[in-house]
């Protein structure tokens, strides 16, 4: 019986997890933490929009002299997209096609301090 406990423990913790968690941000976009900052990520047609908030907070911050850029895949597909600033904080950039539901969204991030990381979404 234990054995059995342990095979099915081992599995559990084996099967990777179905759907990422995301926060809901203060403009109902999907929300992951990066770089120290909370990321909202929102699309309309083909265009791109990652606005900038402080952790667990729906205080805009500042993108002044950050660097970003996204990749998008959508089955076959690929396209690397350079995020810009754009008002107080956002970051956006336009692809060539319009982004679907079930797209996977790649954002590799720098901030103005120099911290840098990379989340991956995948829209609904």
């Known amino acids: ?7 099915l423990t081992a599995l559990l913790f084996a099967i990777p997890a179905a759907a990422e968690d995301y926060e ?3 403009n109902e976009g999907l929300m992951l933490d990066v770089a120290g900052i909370d990321a909202e990520l929102l699309t ?3 265009t791109v929009t990652i606005n900038v908030f ?3 907070s729906p205080t805009p911050v500042s993108t002044k002299g950050y660097s970003a850029a996204v990749l998008i895949t959508s089955g ?3 396209e690397t997209v350079a995020l810009a600033p754009s008002g107080e904080n956002s970051l956006k950039g336009d692809a060539k096609s319009a982004i679907g539901s079930g797209t996977t969204i790649t ?3 720098k ?3 120099g911290k840098s990381g990379q989340v991956k979404y995948k829209t609904r």
Do not use: Q
């Open 54 to 56: 402080k952790p667990f």
């Open 44 to 46: 309309a047609g083909s």
């Open 107 to 109: 954002l590799t991030l």
């Open 111 to 113: 901030t103005s301090e």
């Open 1 to 7: 019986m234990s054995r059995i406990l342990l095979i």
């Open 24 to 26: 809901k941000g203060p």
């Open 76 to 78: 076959t597909g690929r």
